[in-house]
């Protein structure tokens, strides 16, 4: 769901600024007046009209540009002077493109979130998100590292997926070579030459072993780009929560972690808790546990206590809720996220070194039932035959 910044008048008359997340304006002015809001009135923001398409950047991209972003601003560089600088440092062509975009609209007051959410292909939701709690929590070269330290958690799980990936690329590619070898060698056999058996086996490959296998790597591919469709991101991010080995489990408590960090910053930054909750929803990398949040939120008014989302959202271990519930009695909000944080990166870390002995169990029995059934194909295509054909050459 979009979000909206809106300035407005509350109970005492004083004029507050805020940003809302609502399905459109009219729900959001609804979600604004039953908080006892009046004299609403939404900001137009026309970078935030405005859909720009650019090329992609990879994790490691991110990562550079955000940790030196963080740095520039902490330092006390404007965000101006900070994204211009940084348009001539990364290497990533887009990113150059958005940094520019970032330094232009920054000198004219426009949020940096807001300038990012125009390059739907560049930057995620979570990206975003971040970067725009930031903005309204104070906390934004805080915000700026943890995306760094994100996308250099994601570089490393990539690394590793990728060669679990290719050592099950090789061990598929081994067992369509190996398939002609039994009719090739028989051909051979029977006609007695070294030629006759090259000429079988590469007639085989090119007919119809090789179209076969190039077919099937071709619908995992196409698969592969169907679910990375933005229209499918949830989708995806929902399959993920499900996959074993701890991967699931890494994906889930990453989300988790990432939104009380979010949730905690802007609540010590005195953000309302309805506020806070639906600005750090969309902070979650995985897209499904961001909706599961953000639909948690719909049940907060300005009165509602967050140990009741918490429960809706139905995503957080089941030692949490008493947790929040007792923050809410003593007062301790932040201190109890501090370490509800904690307990998350645990789970985070837990859902790693699963992840990784996962995926190391995997490749090995990979590789020892490829090379299994390889062995049994090949050793009764030779002896299941052997009879059969030494007797048909006898005939000959």
């Given amino acids: 769901m979009p979000f909206f910044r809106y300035t407005a008048t509350d109970s005492t008359g004083k004029t507050v600024d805020g940003t809302t997340q609502a399905k459109d304006a009219s729900v959001a002015s609804s979600q604004l ?14 970078s935030s009209s405005e859909v720009v398409r650019s090329g992609r950047a990879n994790d490691q991209d991110r990562m550079y540009m955000y940790t030196q972003a963080a740095s520039l601003i902490r330092a006390g560089i404007n965000p101006f002077d900070a994204f211009g600088t940084l348009a001539g440092r990364v290497t990533n062509a887009s990113l150059q493109r958005a940094c520019v975009a970032i330094s232009s609209y920054a000198r004219e007051g426009t949020g940096i979130s ?11 939701h979570n990206d975003v998100a971040m970067v725009r709690a930031g903005e309204i929590g104070g906390f934004l070269p805080e915000a700026l590292d943890y995306l760094g330290q994100h996308y250099a958690e994601s570089t490393t799980f990539k690394r590793r997926f990728w060669i679990f990936r290719m050592l099950g690329w090789q061990t598929y590619l081994t067992l369509v070579l190996m398939v ?17 058996f090259f000429k079988s086996y590469v007639a085989q490959l090119l007919w119809p072993v090789l179209p076969i296998g190039a077919a099937i790597g071709g619908f995992y591919y196409i698969l592969q780009w169907w679910l990375k469709l933005r229209s499918n991101v949830r989708l995806r991010h929902s399959l993920v929560l499900k996959l074993p080995l701890g991967i699931g489990m890494r994906a889930r408590m990453e989300s988790i972690r990432a939104f009380l960090w979010t949730f905690r910053n802007m609540s010590s930054g005195g953000v309302p808790p309805s506020t806070a909750w639906a600005v750090s929803a ?18 907060m008014g300005s009165e509602t206590r967050a140990s009741i989302a918490f429960q809706a959202s139905g995503l957080f271990p089941d030692e949490y809720g008493p947790m929040i519930q007792t923050a809410e009695q003593t007062g301790d909000m932040v201190g109890t996220l501090d370490r509800m944080v904690g307990l998350a990166n645990e789970g985070f870390e837990v859902g790693k070194l699963r992840t990784n002995a996962g995926l190391a169990s995997l490749g090995c029995l990979l590789i020892l039932l490829g090379t299994g059934a390889l062995a049994c194909y090949v050793a009764y295509g030779y002896y299941g035959r052997a009879v059969d054909e030494v007797g048909k050459y006898m005939d000959e």
Avoid at 180 to 196: L, S
Avoid at 289 to 299: C, F, G, H, I, W
């Fill in 114 to 124: 807001k300038v990012m959410d125009r390059f739907v292909d560049l930057f995620p």
């Fill in 33 to 46: 007046f039953s908080k006892g809001y009046q004299n609403v009135r939404f900001i137009d923001d026309k």
């Fill in 282 to 299: 969309a902070s979650a990398p995985n897209a499904d546990v961001a909706v599961r949040l953000s639909r948690a939120a719909d049940q």
């Fill in 180 to 196: 002609p070898i039994p009719n090739a060698f028989w051909a051979g056999f029977h006609d007695g030459t070294a030629q006759m």
